[in-house]
DNA sequence: GTGCGCAACGGTACCGGTAACGGAAATTTC
DNA sequence: GAAATTTCCGTTACCGGTACCGTTGCGCAC
């Protein structure tokens, strides 16, 4: 029976103290090598296997780092969590995350557990949380970092951009494409704050430049290529005129574009869709669908490396606000960069 | 400052004892509910935030559940953690997860550093780990699930299905429909030992109705739609004659839709593409794609509740090996059931 | 031979909670 | 009104490690 070997079992195996056993797992000084090896060999041979909960209690700090993220069916969260992955491989931290469902009191709950687990860092999805969870989040001595966002202010630090230019970017890609009619289609508007928030950039440029009527379809279903290709469909028949339509990500859009290929409807001629994201999928697709593309792997691998660094820099509290660039582009299938 | 307040600052302040505070902050019973009410608003005032290293330690056991995947990047396993993540809400458990990238040493490491988390329960990805990694399955006392595949033994519990009889029914289902021109398509066959069963239930499939010559066109890279888009080009490239091809996965059967749309092959009247997984994606294609569905979400729910039934019944070691229903489908836009 | 420095190891006291048991006051029972 | 419960709370002893400081033994210089 493995599991109940303590260290203290391994000590006594070994004739040395807990301590020097201790020392010995850890690779730490102060232990000479045929001790080291001994010890080790004698641990292995009782299938001896550390307790991160007691080791992480006794120095009174753990490897964990907590990852918020609001779902795990869009695949922008996994990529972003990839990224962090990348970063801390090898630093022997370990991530462990939880999904809120876009719903706050959930988040808050979330973060407490997470806190109170003492981790090492904390990311969190967005700078939208609700009073309480961002108490928490102020009051914690763990490094926190907010992500995707950039249009608030953040608790601690914070890696992402700004949500609002991201939408009036792509409104003024699209009137610079010669659009006159504009649409907008997305889902999930009454949880998804930065979603929100590209509507809102997309819809304020839309009006400076005068394009006052912009119909709208939207719906509190989660985003999918099936919602935007029923959405699409609908918002035509409403409105057949349309020459471009902004949808809330590209899950949407590529819905939007089956549903022009089944109807055979000419795109980008007649209509231009355009999404959110860059996602992979969409620079494979057989028409093309602007986009604007985000580094989503990139935040998540800059978010890890700011907590690494605030652990190495003991003490510093550097705000810290990295904005990461962002592209649009009118064809995702071209590199091109369009504005 | 919070952070520093300990159960024993609450205590003190609330002039009650250690022990009765914890029992008041959790709820536990022998405490008068005066006592609990003021013991809770004092520790609210101080800010006092719950230790759950320390809790773990104490009682031997963490709300842990770690999650080992071989990559983020594929929607599935967004899925299958999903699905764990619905079934483990409002228990109090906590998902952690880390990601091997198909390497072994790695998956050694990471199953390693979770076993030493003392986890609630263990999923890992796959039946087929090095032996150094199977006898840490075995050897853990904690409840250990392999899921996504049944080709093997288990460690311990498992859940997911044939991969090889998944492999087989999709050949089966394309003879079926008097197909008789077969090659193959996949990526990762170095490392994803599901999908190179898969591909051999395919094969062996095909040789035993006769179908000797089955062209591949294979890759190392991972798995994305335009590798398939890409790789579906080349085989055709060199032979142009076949009317289906299998795909490892969804991602690639998409990417080769995606290029005969492109080249205007009638699919499926000239070509059928068959993929695996049973994207929600593929239900949305403007051409029809055979695949086969699966039910990650299920995977992960039903894996997450073998570990939480297990938790219940103390002691018993049901070997459970719960096999998950697929489904072939010829046309993924379609409900209908072929086979 | 004495004193000194350094390498290697051990003892003790925690880290912040919880299980188990015990005991006194309040309540019920006959 | 005494005995038997029940209710509520405290004491003690850990859980399995690690930090801190002290101790031992040995080689070396003088």
Redesign the pocket.
Same mark, same amino acid.
């Given at each position: 029976m493995h599991s109940?070997?303590? &260290?203290?079992d391994?000590?006594a195996a070994a *004739?040395?103290?807990?301590?020097?056993?201790?020392?010995?797992?850890?690779g730490?000084?102060?232990?000479?090598?045929?001790?080291?090896e001994r010890v080790r060999e004698i641990a292995a041979e009782l299938g001896?296997? *550390?307790?991160h909960?007691?080791?992480s &209690?006794? =120095? =009174?700090r753990t490897d964990l780092i907590g990852v918020v993220v609001p779902s795990l069916s869009n695949i922008v969260f996994s990529e972003v969590m990839s990224g962090i992955e990348d970063a801390i491989a090898g630093t022997g931290l370990q991530p462990f995350f939880g999904v809120t469902g876009y719903d706050p009191e959930r988040e808050y709950l979330l973060v407490r557990q997470m806190l109170s687990w003492r981790p090492a860092g904390l990311i969190v999805t967005g700078l939208d949380q609700d009073s309480q969870t961002r108490e928490l989040l102020q009051a914690s001595t763990a490094p926190v970092v907010q992500i995707m966002d950039t249009d608030g202010t953040a608790a601690d630090m914070c890696v992402g951009f700004s949500q609002r230019e991201a939408g009036a970017g792509m409104a003024d890609l699209l009137i610079a494409q010669g659009r006159k009619q504009f649409g907008y289609v997305g889902c999930a508007l009454d949880r998804d704050t930065r979603a929100i928030k590209r509507r809102d950039g997309y819809l304020e440029s839309l009006t400076k430049s005068g394009f006052i009527q912009v119909p709208q379809q939207t719906s509190t279903e989660r985003s999918s290529v099936a919602a935007g290709k029923a959405m699409t469909a609908e918002l035509l028949a409403a409105h057949p005129t349309l020459d471009a339509i902004y949808y809330s990500n590209d899950d949407l859009a590529i819905g939007g574009v089956f549903h022009c290929m089944e109807q055979s409807i000419p795109v980008p001629e007649q209509l231009i869709l355009a999404g959110f994201n860059g996602l992979d999928l969409v620079a494979s697709l057989p028409a093309p669908v602007a986009t604007t593309r985000t580094s989503r792997r990139d935040i998540g691998t800059a978010a890890a490396k700011a907590i690494l660094s605030r652990h190495a820099a003991e003490g510093s509290n550097d705000p810290l606000l990295k904005t990461v660039p962002i592209q649009h582009v009118i064809d995702a299938r071209r590199t091109f960069t369009a504005k």
């Amino acid at each position: 029976m493995h599991s109940k070997v303590t &260290l203290a079992d391994v000590a006594a195996a070994a *004739g040395v103290s807990k301590m020097t056993a201790s020392r010995a797992m850890r690779g730490a000084k102060d232990v000479s090598p045929k001790t080291v090896e001994r010890v080790r060999e004698i641990a292995a041979e009782l299938g001896y296997m *550390g307790n991160h909960v007691a080791a992480s &209690l006794a =120095n =009174n700090r753990t490897d964990l780092i907590g990852v918020v993220v609001p779902s795990l069916s869009n695949i922008v969260f996994s990529e972003v969590m990839s990224g962090i992955e990348d970063a801390i491989a090898g630093t022997g931290l370990q991530p462990f995350f939880g999904v809120t469902g876009y719903d706050p009191e959930r988040e808050y709950l979330l973060v407490r557990q997470m806190l109170s687990w003492r981790p090492a860092g904390l990311i969190v999805t967005g700078l939208d949380q609700d009073s309480q969870t961002r108490e928490l989040l102020q009051a914690s001595t763990a490094p926190v970092v907010q992500i995707m966002d950039t249009d608030g202010t953040a608790a601690d630090m914070c890696v992402g951009f700004s949500q609002r230019e991201a939408g009036a970017g792509m409104a003024d890609l699209l009137i610079a494409q010669g659009r006159k009619q504009f649409g907008y289609v997305g889902c999930a508007l009454d949880r998804d704050t930065r979603a929100i928030k590209r509507r809102d950039g997309y819809l304020e440029s839309l009006t400076k430049s005068g394009f006052i009527q912009v119909p709208q379809q939207t719906s509190t279903e989660r985003s999918s290529v099936a919602a935007g290709k029923a959405m699409t469909a609908e918002l035509l028949a409403a409105h057949p005129t349309l020459d471009a339509i902004y949808y809330s990500n590209d899950d949407l859009a590529i819905g939007g574009v089956f549903h022009c290929m089944e109807q055979s409807i000419p795109v980008p001629e007649q209509l231009i869709l355009a999404g959110f994201n860059g996602l992979d999928l969409v620079a494979s697709l057989p028409a093309p669908v602007a986009t604007t593309r985000t580094s989503r792997r990139d935040i998540g691998t800059a978010a890890a490396k700011a907590i690494l660094s605030r652990h190495a820099a003991e003490g510093s509290n550097d705000p810290l606000l990295k904005t990461v660039p962002i592209q649009h582009v009118i064809d995702a299938r071209r590199t091109f960069t369009a504005k």
